[in-house]
């Protein structure tokens, strides 16, 4: 057999066996698919018959917050929607505790009451609802959001009579997460730029003090010092003497804000005698006494 006749019958030998393998290949694999865009772009939802009134009714039978809110958020008619919302708030500052079944539907309506309401004097029912120590924590805590973001978003004029100043005076005292919430609220408020004469000086004051109470709970002690090192405000502190007489979480908080607020290499004598309970306060450690 000459060359050009071996060659012949290699490369037909090849093309032989490379048949074969795709048949294996296909066999094995199955028929391809077609395939689907990678992006393919979402259809518009159907035009809803309900009514306005069908609406309200499936919020109020929702069973949880972003259901309650999506049948709200569809409302046709938003002055009813206001006015809905309005009455049912008013009653419920003035009434009786909610049930349970009750707290995702009210708590959509007072989200929904806030962002529609605008006039301050509209948002005085959230306010009322904070204050009520009879109701749910749950519904105070997203009335008083509601009310201190929608009250800076209708108006940026502000004085330290206002409403909105005492209910955070008011609630800061309370022995449950609602004192952490006023210092975030505050926060909130001064971070856009809003504090009247002689309140932000108080506010710092509030923070130092609630840091360095130890009978306050760990984690509105962990939001007064994050909220104090946000402001520049913590390297004044005795943070030596805070960590020594604090559990792990605030321990760890302390370095977290020293670590974010220390210049490298900066001397922090007392850290140096710690002796870290974690691997994440042992590794902070390291990187502010890291030379």
């Given at each position: 057999?000459?060359?050009?006749?071996?060659?012949?019958?290699?490369?037909l030998?090849c093309i032989?066996n490379?048949?074969?393998?795709?048949?294996?290949?296909?066999?094995?694999?199955g028929k391809?698919?077609?395939?689907?865009p990678?992006?393919?772009?979402?259809?518009?939802?159907?035009?809803?018959?309900?009514?306005?009134?069908?609406?309200?009714?499936?919020a109020?039978?929702?069973?949880n917050?972003?259901?309650?809110?999506?049948?709200?958020?569809?409302?046709?008619d938003?002055?009813a929607?206001?006015?809905?919302?309005s009455?049912?708030?008013?009653e419920?500052?003035?009434g009786?505790p909610?049930?349970?079944?009750?707290?995702?539907?009210l708590?959509?309506?007072?989200?929904?009451?806030?962002?529609?309401?605008?006039?301050?004097?509209?948002?005085t029912p959230?306010?009322?609802?904070?204050?009520?120590e009879?109701?749910?924590?749950?519904?105070?805590e997203?009335?008083?959001?509601?009310y201190?973001?929608n009250?800076l978003?209708?108006?940026e004029?502000?004085?330290?009579d206002?409403?909105?100043?005492?209910?955070i005076?008011?609630?800061?005292t309370?022995?449950?997460?609602?004192?952490?919430?006023?210092?975030?609220?505050?926060?909130f408020?001064?971070?856009?730029?809003?504090?009247?004469?002689?309140r932000?000086?108080?506010f710092?004051t509030?923070?130092?003090?609630t840091?360095?109470?130890?009978?306050n709970?760990?984690?509105?002690r962990i939001?007064?010092?994050?909220?104090l090192?946000?402001?520049?405000?913590?390297?004044t502190?005795?943070?030596?003497?805070?960590?020594?007489?604090s559990?792990r979480?605030?321990?760890?908080?302390?370095?977290?804000?020293?670590a974010?607020s220390?210049q490298?290499?900066e001397?922090?004598g007392w850290?140096?005698?710690i002796?870290p309970?974690t691997?994440?306060?042992?590794?902070?450690?390291?990187?502010?006494?890291?030379?």
């Amino acid at each position: 057999m000459d060359s050009s006749m071996r060659r012949s019958f290699v490369i037909l030998l090849c093309i032989f066996n490379a048949l074969i393998a795709g048949g294996l290949l296909w066999f094995v694999i199955g028929k391809p698919q077609s395939r689907t865009p990678l992006l393919v772009p979402e259809k518009e939802a159907p035009e809803s018959n309900m009514t306005d009134a069908e609406r309200w009714t499936q919020a109020t039978q929702a069973r949880n917050l972003q259901e309650a809110l999506h049948s709200l958020n569809t409302f046709m008619d938003k002055d009813a929607l206001r006015q809905r919302t309005s009455t049912l708030l008013e009653e419920l500052a003035a009434g009786t505790p909610a049930e349970v079944s009750e707290w995702p539907f009210l708590q959509a309506a007072m989200i929904v009451h806030g962002r529609e309401a605008t006039e301050v004097p509209r948002l005085t029912p959230l306010a009322a609802i904070a204050s009520g120590e009879r109701h749910a924590l749950t519904l105070r805590e997203t009335a008083f959001r509601s009310y201190v973001e929608n009250r800076l978003r209708i108006s940026e004029a502000f004085d330290e009579d206002e409403l909105i100043y005492s209910l955070i005076d008011s609630l800061y005292t309370e022995p449950n997460s609602l004192s952490e919430t006023s210092l975030l609220a505050e926060q909130f408020l001064v971070k856009n730029g809003v504090s009247p004469e002689g309140r932000e000086g108080s506010f710092k004051t509030r923070l130092e003090d609630t840091l360095l109470d130890t009978g306050n709970p760990e984690s509105v002690r962990i939001t007064a010092l994050k909220i104090l090192s946000a402001m520049d405000a913590a390297g004044t502190l005795p943070l030596d003497r805070v960590y020594e007489n604090s559990d792990r979480e605030l321990r760890t908080a302390i370095l977290q804000a020293l670590a974010s607020s220390i210049q490298p290499g900066e001397a922090i004598g007392w850290l140096e005698q710690i002796r870290p309970t974690t691997p994440e306060q042992e590794q902070l450690r390291l990187r502010i006494l890291k030379p």
